[in-house]
């Protein structure tokens, strides 16, 4: 579980930046203006052609791995983005995979339209995360019965990856009382580092992960007024 306790000591210590940022803008708020600071924000990406490598090699091998996956974001207040990546499989010939993942991402945004109901905001997103493959085989039909019946195997692939992304939001805001809410729908390209697979950590393959994809999204975003 090393790389877990990793991940928490790093969440803190950008937790803690993020506070004292998030206080030293508020302190520095123009009395004449409006600023708003966001929340919480959820969404998700849905990629349309995600890990055709090991699609492909797992495809040779009698299982079927989903053509398409989806990514789910929470972010709280000016912390990163927490995700959660997901692409699954169906099950084959007794046989069946699936991939997971979870990590932090951070977006860098240049809005283009200001002062305005309406959001056209280019990004750039980077991030890093943890995901894992997971392969079962000797599943004889779809019920619980069938891993207490028979012999089920099941082998966990990881995998360690920086990844990144550029796309574009689109989208319109509207104000309750002191706060402002936003759908915003944002689409782009995503890619990541391409590193390999490793079985107990440390027996790594010669195969890659590349979730290279297009994808379409949406946002949802909750805001409060920091000061007047």
Same mark, same amino acid.
Not at 28 to 40: F, Q, T
């Given at each position: 579980?090393?790389?877990?306790?990793?991940?928490?000591?790093?969440?803190?210590?950008?937790?803690?930046?993020?506070?004292?940022?998030?206080?030293?803008?508020?302190?520095?708020?123009?009395?004449?203006?409006?600023?708003?600071?966001?929340?919480?924000? @959820? /969404? $998700?990406? !849905?990629?349309?052609?995600?890990?055709?490598?090991?699609?492909?090699?797992? =495809?040779?091998?009698?299982? *079927?791995?989903?053509?398409?996956?989806?990514?789910?974001?929470?972010?709280?207040?000016?912390?990163?983005?927490?995700?959660?990546?997901?692409?699954?499989?169906?099950?084959?010939?007794?046989?069946?995979?699936?991939?997971?993942?979870?990590?932090?991402?951070?977006?860098?945004?240049?809005?283009?339209?200001?002062?305005?109901?309406?959001?056209?905001?280019?990004?750039?997103? @980077? /991030? $890093?995360? !943890?995901?894992?493959?997971?392969?079962?085989?000797?599943?004889?039909?779809? =019920?619980?019965?069938?891993? *207490?019946?028979?012999?089920?195997?099941?082998?966990?692939?990881?995998?360690?990856?920086?990844?990144?992304?550029?796309?574009?939001?689109?989208?319109?805001?509207?104000?309750?009382?002191?706060?402002?809410?936003?759908?915003?729908?944002?689409?782009?390209?995503?890619?990541?580092?391409?590193?390999?697979?490793?079985?107990?950590?440390?027996?790594?393959?010669?195969?890659?992960?590349?979730?290279?994809?297009?994808?379409?999204?949406?946002?949802?975003?909750?805001?409060?007024?920091?000061?007047?």
């Amino acid at each position: 579980m090393k790389w877990f306790k990793v991940l928490i000591f790093l969440f803190g210590i950008v937790y803690l930046n993020a506070q004292v940022d998030s206080s030293m803008q508020t302190m520095s708020c123009c009395p004449s203006g409006k600023y708003y600071k966001n929340v919480v924000s @959820v /969404g $998700g990406k !849905y990629l349309f052609t995600s890990l055709n490598n090991t699609r492909a090699a797992l =495809s040779e091998n009698g299982f *079927l791995l989903d053509e398409n996956a989806f990514e789910y974001q929470l972010r709280l207040f000016q912390l990163p983005k927490i995700f959660y990546f997901q692409q699954l499989g169906s099950l084959q010939s007794n046989n069946y995979a699936s991939v997971t993942g979870f990590g932090l991402k951070e977006d860098f945004r240049l809005p283009l339209i200001k002062k305005s109901h309406i959001e056209l905001t280019p990004y750039i997103e @980077v /991030g $890093g995360g !943890y995901y894992r493959m997971n392969i079962i085989k000797g599943v004889t039909h779809n =019920s619980i019965s069938t891993v *207490l019946d028979s012999e089920i195997e099941n082998y966990f692939i990881d995998n360690y990856s920086l990844t990144g992304d550029i796309g574009l939001d689109l989208g319109f805001n509207f104000n309750i009382g002191s706060s402002k809410i936003a759908i915003v729908a944002n689409g782009g390209y995503i890619l990541n580092y391409p590193s390999k697979w490793r079985l107990a950590g440390s027996l790594a393959f010669a195969d890659k992960m590349d979730i290279s994809s297009p994808y379409f999204g949406v946002t949802l975003r909750y805001e409060n007024i920091c000061c007047k």
